[in-house]
């Protein structure tokens, strides 16, 4: 087995402090040509449209209620995957659609086939490609209608799962969202950075002693933005062991409602607890219950500060509830990384090839594009 300084994957989760500053800077010196893209489709009253597949479709699923109080707000996430099966469920001649288009490599069959099954569907397309490869087909696509906006080169992860794709890609998206006041964004994003560099520094032997429970399942539960970046968590832990532990993710109320049934004494729960204390209420109340009823291997919070119920780690982030969501929720994603990672060593497996079967690969293959 590699040192651990050597993998690709615990070198691409560790950079992503400094790349997310990178992204910042890219994007306030594109202001001027992101503002004017932006301000004249929103005016021509465009629909924005998050897409991409796996991870990238997750980034969405999160930015969808984290951008709430941005000029996206009302953005959908639809996925790629369900754009190329059936545009005509999401959009018609009328349809005048802003498509923000998420992409590690720019090169998946889906991403493009999407990009060609909306522009054959809709009214009015226009494209925001934001993507990590410079040499990708998204990348290369030229137009009046069309703004691509390249990440650092760093984080077009070599690693067969996307972390600093992921979560550059994420912020990326708010900051355009928020390019109106991009100079006012700095402050918020240089925090987040350092605070999640320090985390990592405090918390990654402590994740890695968590991974040597001998859990067969992981479930992970967050609320609004906090639900998407479970999802994204969830796949981390699930792709880089192979499939060997299975995972799930819910919101603290919908698990309730049927899911809780997962639950046994092989689980692991991780806890990603709003910042908000009007939505922590309801997630206490669940993990109390879960306490009360329930015996698991380990259980994890994930906070911006300890509230005060038992677990086998607290992972505190150490930022206050002013960060906005858009930026905050993306913070999270790093436990879900590591115990993707530390379990993946912990199984005997290679994360960066943790595939043993070879039935998922870092660039999706074998799908035929029916357009």
Known sequence: MKQLQDLHTYREIRQQPRVWKEAYEIILRQKGEI?????????EGFEIVMTGAGTSAY????????LFDTRFRGARAIATTDILTAPEFYFNGDSKVLLISFA???????????V????ATAGRIAHIFITCNAEGELAKRKGDNVLCILLPPETNDISLAMTSSYSTMLLSCSLVANIDKIEQQKEFIYTLSDSVAAAMDKYQDKIEQITKRDFK???FLGSGPLQGVAEECRLKLQELTDGGVMCAFDSFLGFRHGPKALVNPESLLVYLVSPKEKIRRYELDLIRQIQSNNKVQA????????????????VELGFTEDMPACYGCVAYVFVGQMLGLFKSIDRGLCPDTPSVSGNISRVVEGVTLYI
């Open 35 to 43: 503002k004017t893209f932006v301000d004249k489709y929103l005016s």
């Open 59 to 66: 980034i969405g699923d999160a930015l969808e209620p984290a």
């Open 104 to 114: 590690r490599s720019g090169n998946s069959p889906e991403s493009i086939g999407a």
């Open 116 to 119: 060609k099954a909306v522009e």
């Open 217 to 219: 399942r992981a479930i």
């Open 299 to 314: 259980q994890v919070v994930v906070c911006i500060e300890s509230p005060g119920v038992p677990c086998d780690l607290c």
